[in-house]
C-alpha cells in the first residue's frame, strides 16, 4: 500500500502559477508511475500530467500542456506539478496518484493508490 499526501493547493488569479507536492510514503518500490488527475464539479475526473519513474517519461492533458511540468525526485517518491499561466477552467480539485500503467497518460482510474486530494481555484 501507498500513502500519498497533496500539499500547495490554493487560490490565485488567472495568469498565475501555484506549485503542487505529493510525498509518497510506504511501498514506494510498488509502482511506476505517478501523476496528477483533477476533478471539478460536476465534471469527470480528468488525468493531467503523469512521470514513469523508470525511463522518466511525462504526459500531459491537452488542456496543460506548455502550462505544467510533471517532476520526480530522485529517491521517486515525491511528485512535483508546476502549474503555469493557470486559467478559471483549470479550478478543481488536484489529486496525487501512484500505480502502474503502460498507458502514456493514466487514466484516473488506472491508478491503484491516490492522495486525499488539494483544491485549487483561479479565478
Known amino acids: 500500500h501507498v500513502q500519498l499526501v497533496e500539499s500547495g493547493g490554493g487560490s490565485v488569479q488567472a495568469g498565475g502559477s501555484l506549485r503542487l507536492t505529493c510525498a509518497a510514503s510506504?511501498?514506494?518500490?510498488?509502482?511506476?508511475?505517478m501523476g496528477w488527475f483533477r476533478q471539478a464539479p460536476g465534471k469527470e475526473r480528468e488525468g493531467v500530467a503523469a512521470?514513469?519513474?523508470?525511463?522518466?517519461?511525462?504526459y500531459y492533458a491537452d488542456s496543460v500542456k506548455g502550462r505544467f511540468t510533471i517532476s520526480l525526485n530522485n529517491a521517486r517518491n515525491t511528485a512535483i506539478l508546476e502549474m503555469g499561466n493557470l486559467k478559471p477552467e483549470d479550478t478543481a480539485m488536484y489529486y496525487c496518484?501512484?500505480?502502474?500503467?503502460?498507458?502514456?497518460?493514466?487514466?484516473?482510474?488506472?491508478?491503484?493508490?491516490r492522495g486525499q486530494g488539494t483544491q485549487v481555484t483561479v479565478s
Open positions: 510506504g511501498r514506494t518500490d510498488s509502482y511506476n508511475v
Open positions: 512521470r514513469y519513474t523508470g525511463d522518466d517519461k511525462a
Open positions: 496518484a501512484a500505480g502502474n500503467s503502460d498507458l502514456t497518460l493514466p487514466e484516473p482510474y488506472e491508478y491503484a493508490n
